[in-house]
């Protein structure tokens, strides 16, 4: 077994890109917008490409589609079949989804905090940190009810477009 010695100016590369994964991008890269078929690749022709079931082990097809997604080229999933190239419209129409996830996750933190047995026995660094997270996670979880979800939609609708952070916390207040 051979060991590399490495130089103390010598850095080794945090993360490689897997062969699997650049293979993936390869094939991914080359969908477009123009047919279905062009825009969409099935799990069949993926798992073909790494020569393993790409639907038992996804990590490089997630690791695939994030390095797309950050040169704007978001792939949605077709259950049981294979994922896509989304265009425009669809991917404006997706970004909900990680609204609701973010609201269950708050939920979530909330119900975590209900676990302490006894707030005064906290210390007082312990008390801020359950302050702050219980401040935060309430805060998101609000926020992002359905109900207040129409109230800031109702908003960017009249203004026709983004609402700053400063105007979005003022219909909070």
Known sequence: M??????KD????????SIETQLIIDRLSKCTLDSEESRTVTYEEISKIVRYN???RR????????????EKRMFGVITNVGIYLMDDEEVAISSGKP????????????????AIGDYNKLSDEA?????LNNTL?????????????????????EQGDTLSYRATLEHFA
Request: charged fraction near 35%; hydrophobic fraction near 30%; charge should be positive.
């Open 2 to 7: 051979a060991i590399e010695i490495l130089h």
């Open 54 to 56: 790409i639907q038992k």
């Open 137 to 157: 996670l309430t805060f998101t979880a609000k926020s992002t009810t359905t109900k207040a979800i129409k109230k800031i939609e109702d908003k960017v609708s």
């Open 59 to 70: 990590s490089c097809l997630d690791s695939a589609r994030k390095i797309l997604l950050s």
């Open 10 to 17: 010598d850095k080794r590369p945090r993360f490689e890109r």
């Open 99 to 114: 609204v609701k996830k973010i609201h269950s996750t708050a939920n979530r933190g909330k119900k975590q905090l209900t």
């Open 127 to 131: 008390k801020r940190k359950y302050n």
